[in-house]
Each structure stands twice: as structure tokens, then as C-alpha cells.
T-cell receptor, first 114, second 111 residues
Framework: DAGVIQSPRHEVTEMGQEVTLRCKPI?????LFWYRQTMMRGLELLIY????????DSGMPEDRFSAKMPNASFSTLKIQPSEPRDSAVYFC????????????FGDGTRLSIL | QKEVEQNSGPLSVPEGAIASLNCTYS??????FFWYRQYSGKSPELIMF????GDKEDGRFTAQLNKASQYVSLLIRDSQPSDSATYLC???????????FGAGTRLFVKA
């Protein structure tokens, strides 16, 4: 079975540009999570969806960040405008929403803002 | 107090030894407990899960859970250099949505 698929794997762009990260969850999973990971702050939950509905976006750092899940098989995380401090690895994860089901992570997008 | 706490390490053990990784959590309603392994530059990978008090063994890995003490641990027997990674403890409560991750413990296995 295919795992969580993220694109792009790497993104390098200049400050001020719009960045869009994409995620395809595992088929059948109804919860989707966006994380950011840095050496300083570790793994931070940004936002999560259940049945395509955003449940908790309290981890989104600023209004520059937005996320959508238009259907069960696709989600985007957008940063506009991007800043150098947004440089990090962004992970998408998915799971069933049952308490005993673990999250499965994609390979991540390594984002560098120059 | 953090919701899920782990010693950041690094924990250094010789090859062949038992590595013991510990985790405490604050929510007494937590029901599911997971251990992830993350190699440098890679994504977290699920290696163990446990739901009931006691021990659960899978190959060289044993997860231990004590809900009364709000404590979960991971033992790695016969540690190998390839086990060198960061180990993340993760806890899931009621509702089935969010999983809380610890900051991770870095493990080094010396050949």
C-alpha cells in the first residue's frame, strides 16, 4: 500500500514568495496532520483535519500560514509571504480517528527560504 | 509541565547492550502509546505501540506501560549501531484525533 505522499521533497525559494506544500494521505485514513520540525523546536503540530474539516489550527504560527483539505485524498499547506524563519522540514501524517490507531508520516518537505 | 516528557539525551550505549528509553505523560486519560524512530534526515517511523499495562515484545524491542505511574518505556536489546536514531514517544487520548509527541531521545550505539 502507498504511504503518505508529500510533494515537493525539497523547496528552495526567496523570501516573500508563496510556498505550497502538498499531501496525499493514506487511502481510508480520515485524520490528517501537518507538522513542522526544526532542531530548536522539535516536532510542532500546526493543524489537523478530521473528515476534511479543520479541527484545531492553534499551532499555525501566523496568518501567513493556511491549510486546506478540499477532499479526503488531498491537502495543502500554504505560506504567503514566506520568511527565512519558516525554513524547516514540514511533515504530513495521516491516521484513522480511532484511539488505537497510530499516525503514519510522509517523507517530508525540506523548505529553505533564502 | 510538558504533556509528554522524554530525556533528550544523548543516551550512549555499547553495541550489544540494552538501551532503555523512558517517557512520562501528564494526561491520565491517555489510552494509546506509540514509539517512533527517526533517523537523521528522515521521517518518524512507527516501531511499537502498546495499549495495556505491562510489557509488549516485538523482536529486540519491548514496550512497557504503567498507567498508574503515567510512564512508558522502550527497551532495545542487543543494541546495534543501526539503532542510533532519535526515539519519539507519542501518546493518544480519548477522541481519537490528536497524538502528543515528546521531544525525543537521541540514542547512540557505539560499535
Amino acid at each position: 500500500d502507498a504511504g503518505v505522499i508529500q510533494s515537493p521533497r525539497h523547496e528552495v525559494t526567496e523570501m516573500g514568495q508563496e510556498v505550497t506544500l502538498r499531501c496525499k494521505p493514506i487511502s481510508g485514513h480520515n485524520s490528517l496532520f501537518w507538522y513542522r520540525q526544526t532542531m530548536m523546536r522539535g516536532l510542532e503540530l500546526l493543524i489537523y483535519f478530521n473528515n476534511n474539516v479543520p479541527i484545531d489550527d492553534s499551532g499555525m504560527p501566523e496568518d501567513r500560514f493556511s491549510a486546506k483539505m478540499p477532499n479526503a485524498s488531498f491537502s495543502t499547506l500554504k505560506i504567503q509571504p514566506s520568511e527565512p524563519r519558516d525554513s524547516a522540514v514540514y511533515f504530513c501524517a495521516s491516521s484513522h480517528d480511532r484511539v488505537n490507531q497510530p499516525q503514519h508520516f510522509g517523507d517530508g518537505t525540506r523548505l529553505s527560504i533564502l | 509541565q510538558k504533556e509528554v516528557e522524554q530525556n533528550s539525551g544523548p543516551l550512549s550505549v555499547p553495541e550489544g547492550a540494552i538501551a532503555s528509553l523512558n517517557c512520562t505523560y501528564s494526561d491520565r486519560g491517555s489510552q494509546s502509546f506509540f514509539w517512533y524512530r527517526q533517523y537523521s534526515g528522515k521521517s518518524p517511523e512507527l516501531i511499537m505501540f502498546i495499549y495495556s499495562n505491562g510489557d509488549k515484545e516485538d523482536g529486540r524491542f519491548t514496550a512497557q506501560l504503567n498507567k498508574a505511574s503515567q510512564y512508558v518505556s522502550l527497551l532495545i536489546r542487543d543494541s546495534q549501531p543501526s539503532d542510533s536514531a532519535t526515539y519519539l514517544c507519542a501518546v493518544k487520548g480519548t477522541g481519537g484525533f490528536k497524538t502528543i509527541f515528546g521531544a525525543g531521545t537521541r540514542l547512540f550505539v557505539k560499535a
